[in-house]
DNA sequence: GCTTGACTTGGAGTGCGCTCGAAGTCCCAG
DNA sequence: CTGGGACTTCGAGCGCACTCCAAGTCAAGC
């Protein structure tokens, strides 16, 4: 497979695909006579996950790490393992905070659409002040 | 309060406090006699929703259309609210994907865990190869 | 009155992850 | 044999979101 076709296959642009392979995130392929890039179907499986790590956040830096051992290949297992353990913390905890942040938006919508389809006047003009917020009585700026 | 203060409540820099301003997230603060910027606390309201904003991934471009809005106040709930619907489901998709992605993060690792500690050569030795996948009979690139 | 440190502005620089362009080579259909 | 399209390399450019620097001002404490 050449690299347009792998590109179409993979989502990713031939550009990018060049890109991967000189951070060194893709192995180097076979090249045919023309020097032209020749790629086995298993690279689909590879780009597939680190797809999957950069969707769920991973900097390319620790993706190298990874994409190096992984081309080492045996006795590296245990190390990919751990980065992937720590990768999983770090996603465990994007998924909790995002959780979090939704419900806020979602009290934030709910009290939108209160507010508007009640036409209450004086919520809505509670809404350019400090947006809303059921606490708004802070105290005010003490001098520590 | 003054932005070094505000800086060390929000827990942004004050360089990045005076970016958002330059930018249209931060309203234009009062400013003493001197120049300096005061703030009032009600603030840090709003730089703790941007920051939410910023968490669930709206891109700054989005976050200027809500402070526009926000600034503006009475009239612009409707607007507001559409916004941070559409954001909302934009947030559910990726946590959506996130799941799915660790749930795949998951199947690895365990498939790490066993090879491992089985000491298992055979499924260890996969492991260059195209990393484990379960499904690794694929047909070769065929001529279309 | 002098030092220290927090503040001001404008603009340049950074890091990430691509993304694109230029110039050239190669293969194949018509 | 010619034209078109896919490929090659190298290096520059981009968009985002900061982050920092330089040069200057100002207020308070010693």
Redesign the interface.
């Known amino acids: ?1 050449k690299i347009g ?1 792998l590109a179409r296959r993979s989502g990713l642009s031939a550009h990018t695909i060049r890109y991967y392979e000189r951070i060194g995130l893709l192995p180097q392929p076979d090249k045919n006579t023309s020097g032209h890039r020749d ?4 690279i ?3 780009i597939d ?1 680190l797809g ?1 790590l950069k ?2 956040g991973m900097p390319v830096r620790e993706m190298l790490r990874y994409a190096a051992l ?5 006795g590296t ?2 190390e ?2 751990v980065i ?2 720590i ?2 913390e770090h ?2 905890a ?2 909790a ?3 979090q ?2 419900s ?3 009290t ?2 709910a009290f ?2 209160a ?2 389809s009640a036409g209450d006047p004086v919520k ?2 509670g ?5 809303h ?1 059921p606490e708004r009585d ?4 003490r001098p520590l």
Chains 1, 2 share one sequence.
Do not use: P
């Open positions: 497979m076709k790629y086995d179907v298993s689909l499986k590879w996950f999957r969707a769920t992984r081309e080492t290949g045996d297992e245990a990919r393992q992937l353990e990768h999983r996603v465990r994007r998924l905070g995002l959780r942040n939704l806020v938006l979602d934030k919508i939108y659409a507010a508007i809505c003009k809404t350019k002040e400090d947006d917020d802070e105290q005010r700026d």
